[in-house]
DNA sequence: GGTGTTTTGAGGTGCGCAACTCATTTTGAC
DNA sequence: GTCAAAATGAGTTGCGCACCTCAAAACACC
């Protein structure tokens, strides 16, 4: 009737019987120490695959003594999405330490390659993982390289370094995050034709960049009725969004649409607001933005906002603890859970 | 600079040496064995807390030699759901082994409560942790109680049997889940006003039905001019579900969405393609459904389906996996982590 | 054959805890 | 003060592995 999953009480002993070799040769194997003929290495890793054997983690993590030493360089400064990434850990503090893992914060200034650069270098030697908030430029990838050829695991944390030797990436597709902000209010205008406005931090960060350009990828090809207005540059700012969404919406009567990319939410619900109150009974546009935050969520429970984007923080901090520590015990990485997903968040699926 | 997270390097010597007993006694403590004064348990946990103390998990787990064993009672039959569960289960091979956890399928009738409340029986006294797909009835919360207190963690899955003593349940709250569909449908159909079908596998199912009265209160409260139509009982299996759907189709002429609660979509899908073919011209209806299948991919990806809600079998596989072995273990439960959230699956942001 | 080098075996130690035994001390009842 | 029961101390063993040492064996080269 029952169908079982996962046998193996088998030891390295009968391993290293069944290969016909001694235990120290086992663990020369296991943990690719030098001075064993290619040969025996083979029969080794033979026995092992053959049945299925999987060291016993606890055994090897309590026989390996010292703890792990985890950084995770984040970006200094007031950001509501980093401050969750770090409350998260904090809940997890518990969980950390029964497992012997210690995890600590680097804040730095993430928009300066060389600072960045320079954070990443201080860390050499001294950690087993590094998460970091990455902003892609040569120094910093060489930075990134360095750490690695150190000996250490690096993720990179919502915003990824490609071109780097990272061994993952957390973080979501922000190309499909834009198509998806795209389809969202394409469909939720409901035919009406118009315009959309778009505001962003810049156009020079990566994930914004990338957002922005699903989103007209969508734009363009699925809702030629909707007209794309020129990207407003807010730079993440409350004030200076507000500014620039004002002065757009006056200049435009007909826009249906609008997609906040990045920060700034409260400058831009202000916009919106003061439109609704001079201009009552027109239609309310169609407000999709990221990232579900308090203000974001009361956005949401009061029609403001009518979908976010998000990435869940909290998972994003977990997978990035899960997969450093994985990697740092040559576990294999399971990357259906690790991956990150795309939560389209509305009012009535609010978290 | 760096703010850090878990200290402890203590051990257990340290505690008792603190709380001024023997480790026999720190361990009688911790493993509630008897023969303890009250003063002194006090002494020893006011030990534990002072240094925020947490046993070595690697060594505990490790000392305590014997594997733990996991049930999974699940519906037999094909069910493309479990059959996603039990996949993830096998994808977790590796990890599950390297924990010495064994996880059994015990497939059941589980519509059958005299039935499921049989199979529960027999497990009690084998297993550490019991995952089940439940349905609330008596017998079974009275098996559930029975499996508690024979000393198994248990927890409900997908559906739960919140009148029993189960320890956690994993899954979605399904009147939110129809809430979000209700809310999908009400905004994707764009202001037109008609008639809205909803199909599901029974109202006898909890899920289902929890999932209706929320799609209602959602239409009743924000969609006035939206109709909706008389529940059509599928009985999940596609053949029925195409014929109750066809003949409603024909009868109204003004459907202008569709809620498909359950399974039995590809007779949906067929029922929905035969109107098209027909009576080309007419405005697409909105279809929205549950789950992200190969079918409902496919759905999804031609625009026949609108929006899939999911919760991610994966996720409910693991996390189900993880509370039993943390419950196991006598660890917190990281619930933000295990709380299954609402995921509305579009086109482009199909996982 | 002798030499040096590489490969392998054998074994020990200790990680932190669970689980147990047995002796000793403390406590409470009378 | 006596005695039994309860509470506690002291200690052992072993889980499976990492990491280390030292000796023995196998091998390569001339």
Chains 1, 2 share one sequence.
Do not use: C
């Amino acid at each position: 009737m029952a169908e079982t999953l996962t046998p193996s009480a088998l030891t390295l002993k009968d391993i290293a019987r069944e290969a016909g070799v001694s235990l120290a040769t086992v663990d020369r194997v296991l943990h690719n120490r030098p001075g064993v003929r290619p040969d025996t290495v083979r029969r080794v890793k033979e026995a092992i695959e053959r049945n299925s054997f999987q060291p016993h983690v606890a055994a090897a993590e309590l026989a390996r003594g010292r703890a792990r030493r985890f950084a995770f360089v984040m970006p200094s400064g007031p950001n509501p999405f980093m401050q969750q990434i770090e409350a998260y850990l904090g809940e997890m503090a518990a969980w950390l330490s029964a497992r012997r893992l210690s995890v600590e914060m680097v804040p730095t200034d993430v928009f300066d390659p060389s600072v960045l650069a320079a954070s990443l270098e201080a860390l050499s030697g001294a950690y087993d993982g590094v998460a970091v908030v990455a902003l892609d430029h040569p120094g910093v990838r060489a930075a990134i390289n360095d750490l690695v050829d150190a000996g250490a695991k690096v993720v990179t944390l919502v915003s990824d370094v490609p071109s780097s030797r990272r061994h993952h990436y957390v973080g979501i597709d922000n190309i499909a995050a834009g198509r998806t902000a795209g389809a969202l209010i394409g469909r939720l205008v409901g035919g009406r034709s118009g315009k959309v406005a778009i505001v962003a931090g810049s156009q020079g960060l990566r994930d914004h960049a990338e957002r922005i350009f699903g989103f007209n990828q969508v734009m363009a090809s699925e809702f030629p009725g909707l007209d794309v207005l020129p990207v407003l540059e807010g730079r993440d700012e409350d004030d200076r969004s507000e500014q620039l969404l004002a002065q757009l919406l006056g200049r435009h009567a007909d826009i249906v649409g609008l997609y906040n990319v990045g920060a700034g939410t409260q400058g831009v619900a202000k916009a919106l607001n003061d439109r609704a109150l001079n201009e009552a009974g027109r239609d309310k546009l169609v407000f999709v933005g990221h990232d579900v935050t308090a203000l974001t969520r009361r956005l949401l429970l009061q029609g403001v906002m009518d979908a976010a984007i998000s990435q869940n923080p909290g998972h994003e901090a977990r997978a990035a603890v899960r997969v450093l520590l994985a990697l740092a015990r040559g576990e294999p990485i399971l990357r259906e859970q690790e991956k990150i997903r795309i939560d389209i968040v509305m009012r009535d699926n609010l978290p």
